[in-house]
């Protein structure tokens, strides 16, 4: 079983959002969010795992 981190995670969701060629502010507004969630969540500043494994 493969153990997903949170650098991984991020990583992943910023190379597959630029092979896309979407913005960081366009994908946040896209899910109904802030303009910063995505830039936050790939730069670290958005605790990955309370948002999206505990909730």
């Not at 936050?40 to 999206?52: A, P, Q």
Request: net charge positive.
């Amino acid at each position: 079983m493969r153990v997903i981190t949170e650098e991984f995670f991020r990583d992943r969701l910023r190379f597959l959002r630029n092979e896309r060629k979407i913005s960081a502010r366009e994908m946040s507004l896209a899910l109904g969010q802030n303009e910063t969630y995505i830039n936050k969540i790939e730069t670290g500043r958005w605790m990955l795992y309370d948002h999206f494994f505990f909730s």
